[in-house]
């Protein structure tokens, strides 16, 4: 678990960096922004790269269970799933909807989602200690981005084309990860046969 807890300090504590505005324009202004914006992906990809084998190492040693989840949490969890992918497709530089300016801020929306859908399904120490992380970081950075007065995407009068995008490319990614990639890329089917 060492790794894990390691990769989240870098993997945190590279994005917590770029919230403290004076460091991170100090930090440009010395190393520039090409290099600054090069050395700031390689740490975070650092991070999430420990983070990963790190979780992995974890599962093959045996989970440490700290509670058992009810098993209706299950269905809460899928369910929250389905808006996280929306939240998350929701973000974008393009022209934004409806969904993105009710939510000002679709990622860390769908990031809190995430992680918390996934704390009502797992009651073992490493996943409570990784989507707890998480969790802390997305509102820590959604207050930091609050007090920074960015007011995220505006509101919008009506839907439009891009929400119906957000909804049906969320959906998409839903159900591939849902049937395909959840079971493929971390090992664990969601629906069991």
């Known amino acids: ?6 990769g989240l300090i870098i993997f945190i504590g590279s994005h917590v960096f770029t919230t403290l ?6 930090a440009i202004a010395a190393l520039g922004a090409g290099p600054y914006k090069g050395l700031y992906s390689l740490v975070a990809l650092a991070g999430f790269a ?9 599962r093959a040693g045996g989970y440490e269970p700290v509670w058992h989840p009810p098993a209706w949490t299950r269905h809460i969890t899928m369910t929250l799933m389905w808006f996280s992918f929306v939240a998350l497709a929701a973000t974008g530089k393009g022209p934004r909807g409806r969904i993105a300016g009710w939510l000002r801020h679709p990622m860390l929306v769908g990031v809190k989602i995430w992680a918390l859908a996934h704390l009502l399904v797992k009651g073992d120490l490493g996943s409570m200690i990784l989507f707890g992380s998480l969790l802390a970081f997305a509102v820590y950075d959604r207050i930091a981005v609050k007090r920074r007065g960015d007011t995220g995407a505006p509101r919008m009068a009506a839907f439009n084309r891009s929400d119906a995008i957000a909804v049906g490319a969320g959906t998409i990614a839903y159900l591939a990860m849902l049937f395909y990639l959840h079971p493929l890329l971390i090992g664990v089917p969601i629906l069991t046969r």
Request: aromatic share 10%.
């Open 1 to 6: 678990m060492t790794l894990l807890i390691i």
């Open 50 to 58: 420990l983070i990963v084998i790190g979780f992995g190492q974890y």
């Open 21 to 26: 505005r004076p460091q991170r324009e100090g």
